[in-house]
């Protein structure tokens, strides 16, 4: 069983930052994939990034070149490095690990942008 604790997040203004953290409990090393979905209000659950074990990193187009994502395998950790905020980054961001084809994910976080 993975669990995975985020932490972060909260009111940030348009055009600043915020990062998003997450915890896993145990190794992550062997994880398949790790990364971030969110969910806007009143929209579907998106993909923000996913960062695999090896391998490059994949971005939503609407947070290209404003969004990192990184893994530390020491830690067990990855983390959502937030720049150039927009309003419509609003959402719960979620954490989530694929290990060995199932999904875990976080209890997510909430994100709120102002304009």
């Known amino acids: 069983q993975v669990q995975l604790v985020e932490s972060g997040g909260g009111l940030g203004q348009a055009g600043g930052s915020l990062r998003l953290s997450c915890a896993a409990s145990g190794s992550i090393f062997s994880f398949n994939s790790m990364g971030w979905y969110r969910h806007p209000p009143g929209k579907q659950r998106e993909l923000v990034a996913a960062?695999?074990?090896?391998?490059?990193?994949n971005y939503a187009d609407s947070v290209k070149g404003r969004f990192t994502v990184s893994r530390d395998n020491a830690k067990n950790t990855v983390s959502l490095q937030m720049n150039s905020l927009k309003p419509e980054d609003t959402a719960v961001y979620y954490c989530?690990?694929?290990?060995?084809?199932?999904?875990?994910w976080g209890q997510g976080t909430q994100v709120t942008v102002s304009s």
């Open positions: 989530y690990a694929l290990v060995i084809g199932t999904m875990y």
């Open positions: 960062i695999p074990r090896s391998g490059t990193t």
